[in-house]
């Protein structure tokens, strides 16, 4: 073989050399540590739980309708015709006072009134008629037929019968107030029932004398009473009007059906509790004003989520927590109110069994994937 044969073959074979050392430092670079697929981030995941809202709260039963009975007008009391005790309806008749002289009254006024009124219609006539005359006479005088002096005679027989059409007229406004004010008068001598009730205080007796803005009678409605509670300032978030509640009394053995009615906006200065208001069906007839009563708040709402704080992302003053979607985490929102130091309530966005990542770090964002550790 000749000199140039030989160079020839070896530079072939550097060349495949070079080729090979080649590819595979490219395979080698691709599977490098230095360049890794990419792979999920690690997190740690807990369940959201549930607390049992085990406060009891207890309160005084009170009266939700009550009225005070008295009179607008001094007077002898005829009748009385209710007892303590007495069941009575709206509008039944109570408490009748003499009204003798307001009757008088009434009849006197009235034919004040009538012969009032038949004055101004005689007068009226009269006006009429001595407006007519003038108006005659007038153009005989202008004819030279009837003298001065007889038409001013005239003229003033019309403005007298003006004067006492204007006097009899204006007295008709006087006369009927005066009417209805003795009308008033009868009526507010018999005193009716302002509610369904039952009669709880009786303090006039028949003969005695009735004074306008005195307390006579007291009427209460039983049919539904009211049970006030204080709230604590960390659980009255959780009590909303016209949630169902079940309420219990101390030696009554059944359960009374309520519904929350008030939530008082500001709190007793005395202990910073909210006053909140029940309102209780007593058609029964078994509650009665002052007995101790009480609800749980495990009748109102049950059992209530809660989510650790380290969970809890902020952002533009809004709450957020990454919830496990399979293997993504999914940024989403919640509402919360401070349970304490280290755990919140949760009001809505994720509910119990639903995973959330504890202690999620600035690594983690909306739709990556993760290891669960």
């Known amino acids: 073989m000749s000199k140039g044969m030989i160079n020839r073959l070896l530079a ?54 009550q009225a005070k009975v008295f009179s607008k007008v001094a007077g002898k009391v005829d009748a009385v015709n209710v007892k303590e005790g007495s069941l009575v309806k709206k509008g039944d008749l109570l408490i009748q006072l003499d009204s003798f002289d307001n009757a008088n009254k009434v009849i006197q006024t009235q034919s004040s009134l009538e012969t009032l009124k038949q004055t101004v219609v005689q007068t009226k006539i009269a006006v009429d008629y001595a407006q007519t005359n003038y108006e005659r006479n007038k153009a005989l005088a202008e004819a030279g037929a009837l003298p001065q002096s007889d038409l001013d005679a005239i003229h003033t027989q019309l403005k007298t019968a003006e004067a006492a059409y204007e006097q ?53 409605n039983m049919q539904e009473v009211l049970l006030q509670v204080s709230v604590p300032q960390d659980k009255v978030f959780q009590v909303k009007p016209g949630t169902p509640v079940e309420v219990f009394v101390d030696g009554i053995d059944q359960k009374f059906k309520g519904t929350i009615d008030f939530i008082s906006p500001v709190s007793d200065s005395t202990n910073n509790t909210f006053p909140v208001k029940v309102r209780i069906d007593n058609s029964s007839g078994l509650l009665r004003v002052g007995m101790i009563a009480r609800i749980s708040l495990d009748s109102m709402n049950g059992k209530i989520s809660e989510l650790p704080k380290s969970s809890i992302v902020e952002q533009d003053q809004k709450y957020y927590v990454y919830k496990i979607d399979k293997d993504v985490a999914r940024l989403v929102q919640v509402e919360v109110k401070e349970k304490n130091s280290n755990w919140d309530y949760v009001i809505n966005g994720v509910a119990n069994d639903d995973e959330i990542v504890i202690n999620p770090g600035s690594q983690l964002t909306d739709g990556v994937k993760v290891q669960i550790n």
Request: aromatic share 0%.
């Open 168 to 220: 009899a007229n204006a007295g008709l406004p006087g006369a009927q107030a005066s009417l209805d004010l003795a009308q008033s008068a009868v009526q507010d001598a018999s005193i009716y029932s302002p509610l369904d009730g039952i009669i709880t205080e009786k303090l006039i007796n028949p003969g005695e004398m009735a004074s306008p803005g005195v307390s006579m009678l007291t009427v209460v």
């Open 12 to 65: 072939i074979t550097l060349l495949s050399s070079t080729l090979a050392l080649t590819v595979t430092g490219c395979a080698a670079k691709t599977a490098s540590p230095g360049n890794p697929a990419p792979s999920a981030i690690p997190v740690k995941v807990m369940k959201v739980g549930s607390t049992t809202n085990d406060a009891n709260l207890s309160g005084k039963i009170i009266v939700d309708q």
